[in-house]
């Protein structure tokens, strides 16, 4: 059984997710297309990124993941196919599959060179469609496209570690829809840089030396932000904390937030997309 995965930005009020699909249904045949995400924050490639690496390994080996974020063609933009840790990724080299390969070097990338097979009023999804099908089926990369072995690169959303190894700079990167921040600050990031040592995690800088706003531990599970105090979990709600999530993302949360009622990291904190995320060691 194949199995085609969608991420795209188009929402669900209008047909693009919906026509998608049918061409899909139309071109790959048995195919089983699952929805990952529809509502990626228009043109955000780095969520797009968080999102399908954050779900990609749930899915057998040989799924075909098709991203549709910011996927026009253009003289700074190509299409590509790639097969990562034995997955493939159909999508623009618009810097999310740079971000993906962050992480782990992909086996193959081919530059998708089809266009000009396919009739004169196919679009740029239809290109998509054709190549996500094509190997669907068990077809080859080298059919096509061409390989390359250059991705273009999106450092302004690299975490960065300070040359004395005491910092790593992050960035929010996804709001969730429990308002949590998650951010490019990896586990194995942080691991390899802290060595044992203790921490700040610095929210905004202009308040870091105010009593109580800067989070000094990282606990393996909401709920533990109790396990040290006498009081019914219900005592801390709306404490600020963090995790790393499932993805292996450091999450700046708030316990049981409701962004209608407690409030969330986003709101109460003030934490938004890109904003600036600081892990000093001490």
Same mark, same amino acid.
């Given at each position: 059984? /194949?199995?085609?995965?969608?991420?795209?930005?188009?929402?669900?009020?209008?047909?693009?997710?919906?026509?998608?699909?049918?061409?899909?249904?139309?071109?790959?045949?048995?195919?089983?297309?699952?929805?990952?995400?529809?509502?990626?924050?228009?043109?955000?490639?780095?969520?797009?990124?968080?999102?399908?690496? #954050?779900?990609?390994?749930?899915?057998?080996?040989?799924?075909?993941?098709?991203? #549709?974020?910011?996927?026009?063609?253009?003289?700074?933009?190509?299409?590509?196919?790639?097969?990562?840790?034995?997955?493939?990724?159909?999508?623009?080299?618009?810097?999310?599959?740079?971000?993906?390969?962050?992480?782990?070097?992909?086996?193959?990338?081919?530059?998708?060179?089809?266009?000009?097979?396919?009739?004169?009023?196919?679009?740029?999804?239809?290109?998509?469609?054709?190549?996500?099908?094509?190997?669907?089926?068990?077809?080859?990369?080298?059919?096509?496209?061409?390989?390359?072995?250059?991705?273009?690169?999106?450092?302004?959303?690299?975490?960065?570690?300070?040359?004395?190894?005491?910092?790593?700079?992050?960035?929010?990167?996804?709001?969730?829809?429990?308002?949590?921040?998650?951010?490019?600050?990896?586990?194995?990031?942080?691991?390899?840089?802290?060595?044992?040592?203790?921490?700040?995690?610095?929210?905004?800088?202009?308040?870091?030396?105010?009593?109580?706003?800067?989070?000094?531990?990282?606990?393996?599970?909401?709920?533990?932000?109790? /396990?040290?105090?006498?009081?019914?979990?219900?005592?801390?709600?709306?404490?600020?904390?963090?995790?790393?999530?499932?993805?292996?993302?450091?999450?700046?949360?708030?316990?049981?937030?409701?962004?209608?009622?407690?409030? /969330? #990291?986003? /709101?109460?904190?003030?934490?938004?997309?890109?904003?600036?995320?600081?892990?000093?060691?001490?």
């Amino acid at each position: 059984m /194949s199995i085609i995965t969608l991420t795209t930005d188009f929402g669900t009020k209008d047909h693009f997710a919906g026509a998608l699909k049918g061409k899909l249904w139309s071109e790959a045949g048995g195919a089983t297309i699952v929805d990952l995400s529809h509502d990626i924050d228009p043109f955000n490639i780095a969520e797009a990124a968080y999102i399908v690496g #954050a779900a990609y390994s749930s899915f057998p080996k040989g799924t075909v993941h098709l991203i #549709a974020v910011d996927y026009e063609l253009n003289k700074e933009t190509r299409h590509i196919a790639m097969e990562w840790d034995g997955h493939f990724f159909v999508c623009a080299d618009n810097g999310l599959p740079g971000i993906l390969a962050q992480r782990i070097v992909p086996s193959k990338v081919a530059v998708i060179n089809i266009h000009d097979r396919l009739p004169a009023d196919a679009t740029d999804l239809d290109v998509f469609v054709t190549v996500a099908s094509h190997l669907s089926k068990g077809g080859l990369l080298n059919v096509i496209g061409k390989d390359t072995k250059s991705l273009k690169a999106l450092n302004e959303l690299k975490p960065t570690v300070a040359d004395d190894g005491n910092a790593i700079r992050g960035a929010v990167i996804y709001i969730d829809r429990f308002g949590n921040a998650v951010t490019n600050i990896t586990r194995q990031l942080f691991m390899d840089t802290a060595k044992g040592r203790p921490y700040d995690i610095i929210l905004n800088e202009r308040l870091r030396h105010m009593r109580g706003h800067n989070i000094r531990t990282i606990w393996p599970r909401y709920s533990d932000i109790a /396990s040290s105090g006498k009081y019914p979990l219900k005592n801390y709600e709306g404490e600020k904390l963090a995790i790393f999530n499932e993805a292996g993302h450091l999450e700046i949360a708030i316990f049981r937030s409701n962004t209608t009622t407690v409030g /969330s #990291a986003s /709101s109460l904190l003030g934490l938004g997309y890109r904003d600036s995320i600081l892990i000093e060691f001490n």
